[in-house]
């Protein structure tokens, strides 16, 4: 190439050279005080005067050349309070505006104030940038309601109702124990206002067993007393305006269907309470302050509904009597001062025959139950007018919750005796009967379904046992007419022993009329029991001699225990006495049939007399038994059926529990349900008393406690219901003193209500 093309090239260089170099500012910039403009904000959502919610749309559209690092939302003047940052697009969302309620201003009894919005836009090199507004604040919110039973049973369905003090935007979100409602129906407000929400739970949580997989017949300690607990009901709603509600209440998952104060001091002496489906009757006291041991003293019936535990008093003003024969009805005399309207009035010849209510007209008769008399007429007025309490007492209950009444001595031949139903269902008021009874109501009393049986006689003169051929006899009083049962018979062969008074076991209820009463005369004398059928035939009395207790050499000296069967029959457990040929005691545990016939054994084989005496703690619906026996560090319950070998099931439960019924002889604090299961009263040197449920099949359920302190131990029996109603009620045994009220449980939820005072008896 030339030179001169390589000069011109250079220079043409050279000269681009400086031209560039001159057109170049290597300086640093001049940045603007204050770090530059940072990103350009728009807010599309909310504008200026926009009323939002509590929680609300915000969208922002924020741009920077330099890119965006955040975009933050403040509400408030300076200092502002932060809502929302956030730090990637895009800049929208449901923003909790809940703590901007401090900083409102101008707020009205609506909940609505006014509200300075910031937002902040900051890019990545640090440069920032503000807009504001302002815009309103609703703060106004629903204000929830759950309406819920005070217990829930475990696994039970459960519906309750939700209630809003404004309408909701969508149905309300119901979870318990964190699971969620089986369905909700919205329901009208019969007052026009916001609707309510019926909410369904088809089965709460379970409790203790309800979740046990393990050994079914030994269950831990920890599983069994499982019996209450508290779960959270959450309820989460919107209002309309958009704005959140939110409730949370504690359910208690209790097998315990209530607790109640009892008014008064429970009279067990007097008159054992009868549980039944309708509830509890409790004799209560009303002038005796410690009524435990007095079987004479005064009392007036308290009921305790079973479905909620509600206590009815008794009130002569909500009783209504249709007396015999009238058909009528009237106020029970006890509301009556020295009136003649239940008098007893005398005809020419001074006989008296007349009871009636309201001149309805009844011929009371000298036959117990029947109108065998006439009318004698007014014209000799009242014999025997009645006083303000018109004389009448309880005296005792019969198996199906009666109460029975005893007036005054009519000519001194009948009495005028009130049978007093349960409170009717669905309200208070009280019907029952009059009529006319001959001799009295002696107690004590045995209660034989709907009949009260008085203890039995025999046709010899003085104690000790008659010599063959003797007549014995029972005399049972229907409770709801007074109708007689009536059962007389004699044995050619045996001598006959009176029965001991009060230890007669009879039939519960269920098929049978029939009661057992053991002779307690000497070994060698008498029966050793007699069955009653009180439909009218003759009683059938148990040879103490009987092959059945122990071979031939062998015969009964007592009866230990005495339990009833719903069919009419018996368990009982004897001791026998076999003289030499085994000078130490002898024990049977037989099960006699309604007719008197023994039908087979349990625990030892038939005709066999064992050597150790089985704690026999309950007889069972279908006729099995359950014994109890302490093996540390367990209590072991064995289910025996009719002259089984062995046991048919054996259950353990943890620590050591002894059963004490009173009497000894006779079942009390244990209740057999239809379905084989049991509830039992026990006491543990530990906690105290327990009540044990075993299911059927002996499978032990639960087991509940009673912590707290108590001055005296008293047992009842009838109050303790089979897990198969899915209740159990309380003891009234188990109690503590206050004034002039019995408490049934530690946690006290019915007002105390004053028993009415009567006039002693006449």
């Known amino acids: 190439m030339p030179r001169t093309s390589v000069r011109c090239r250079a220079f043409a260089l050279a000269a681009a050279a400086l031209v560039v170099t001159g057109c170049l500012d290597l300086e640093v910039p001049n940045v603007p005080a204050g770090g530059g403009a940072g990103p350009t904000l728009t807010v599309q959502t909310p504008q200026e005067g926009d009323t939002i919610s509590l929680n609300a749309p915000v969208s922002i559209q924020a741009d920077s050349v330099n890119g965006v690092a955040s975009v933050t939302v403040n509400c408030g003047g300076d200092p502002s309070t932060g809502v929302f940052t956030w730090n990637v697009a895009p800049y929208t969302g449901i923003i909790d ?13 609506g909940g609505i104030g006014q509200l300075d919005l910031t937002f902040v836009g900051v890019d990545k090199v640090g440069n920032v940038s503000t807009k504001k507004m302002k815009v309103l604040l609703d703060t106004t919110t629903a204000s929830l309601s759950a309406a819920i039973p005070e217990r829930v049973v475990p696994l039970a369905s459960l519906t309750l109702t939700i209630g809003s003090d404004r309408p909701l935007l969508l149905p309300p979100t119901v979870r318990l124990a964190g699971r969620e409602a089986d369905g909700i129906v919205q329901r009208a ?56 509600s939110h409730i949370e209440q504690n359910v208690l998952l209790s097998r315990v269907l209530w607790d ?14 009868p549980a039944t489906a309708n509830g509890i009757q409790v004799a209560l006291s009303t002038t005796d302050t410690n009524p435990a041991t007095n079987p004479n003293v005064e009392w007036l019936p308290g009921f305790f509904r079973a479905g909620d535990g509600t206590y009815v008093p ?53 036959d117990a139950g029947t109108d065998a008399g006439t009318d004698a007429g007014t014209d000799a007025g009242p014999v025997f007018p009645y006083p303000d309490d018109a004389g009448f007492f309880a005296i005792d ?78 005399v049972c009083v229907s409770a709801p007419d007074g109708g007689i049962m009536f059962s007389l018979g004699s044995s050619p062969t045996l001598a006959l022993g009176a029965a001991d008074a009060g230890s007669t076991a009879g039939a519960i209820l269920g098929a049978g009329r029939t009661y057992l009463e053991p002779n307690d005369e000497p070994s060698a004398c008498g029966q050793a029991w007699t069955v009653y059928d009180v439909s009218g035939k003759a009683p059938v009395f148990q040879d103490r001699a009987d092959p059945v207790f122990g071979g031939g050499f062998c015969h009964a000296v007592s009866v230990a225990r005495l339990l009833p069967v719903p069919d009419g029959s018996f368990v009982v457990s004897v001791n026998v006495d076999c003289g030499a040929a085994a000078p130490a005691p002898g024990y049977v545990v037989l099960r006699v049939s ?68 009173t009497p000894a002889r006779l079942g009390s604090n244990v209740q057999a349900g239809a379905d084989g299961s049991f509830s039992v009263l026990l ?41 198969a109603e899915q209740r159990l009620l309380r003891r009234p045994d188990q109690q503590r003193h206050r004034g002039d009220q019995t408490v049934l449980s530690p946690i006290d939820t019915a007002p105390p209500v004053p028993l009415r005072r009567r006039s002693p008896a006449r």
């Open 397 to 474: 209950f019969d198996a199906k919750g009666r109460t029975i009444f005893q007036g005054p001595l009519v000519q001194r031949v009948s009495r005028v005796t009130i049978s007093l139903e349960e409170p009717a269902a669905g309200t208070d008021v009280r019907p029952g009967i009059a009529y006319l009874l001959n001799g009295t109501l002696a107690k004590p009393l045995t209660r034989v379904d709907d009949l009260v049986c008085l203890p039995d006689f025999n046709t010899s003169a003085g104690a000790g046992c008659a010599a063959a051929p003797v007549s014995q006899a029972a």
């Open 260 to 273: 109640r104060a009892v008014p008064g001091r429970i009279a067990l002496a007097a008159a054992l309470p």
């Open 683 to 723: 006491s543990n040197a530990t906690l105290g008393d327990v009540v044990l449920q075993v299911g059927s099949g002996l499978k032990p359920r639960f087991m509940y406690h009673y912590p707290r302190v108590v001055n005296r131990r008293r047992t009842v029996d009838a109050d303790l219901r089979p897990v």
């Open 594 to 661: 309604a007719t008197g016939v023994v039908a087979g054994s349990y625990v030892y084989a038939p005709g066999v007399a064992g050597a150790t005496q089985p704690a026999v703690l309950a007889a069972l619906a279908n006729g099995s038994v359950v014994t109890i026996r302490n093996d540390p560090p367990n209590t072991v319950f064995e289910l025996w059926a009719l002259d089984d070998a062995a046991p048919s099931a054996t259950a353990r439960v943890p620590g050591l529990y002894v059963y004490r019924p």
């Open 97 to 109: 505006f809940t703590r901007c309620t401090l900083v409102t201003s101008g707020a009205t009894d």
């Open 189 to 244: 407000n019969p007052d026009g206002g916001a609707p309510f929400y019926d909410v369904t739970f088809l089965s709460a949580p379970g409790l203790g067993i309800d979740t046990y997989a393990g050994d079914p017949f030994n269950v831990p300690f920890e599983v069994l007393t499982d019996v209450e607990r508290g779960v959270s009901l959450t309820v989460d709603a919107r209002a309309t305006n958009g704005n959140a």
């Open 314 to 366: 008794f009130d002569p003003n909500k009783v209504a009597i249709s007396v015999q024969g009238s058909g009528g009805t009237g106020p029970l005399p006890f509301a009556f001062a020295r009136s003649p309207a239940l008098a007893v009035e005398a005809g020419p010849d001074g006989s008296v025959a007349d009871a009636s209510v309201d001149d309805g007209g009844v011929d009371g008769g000298a």
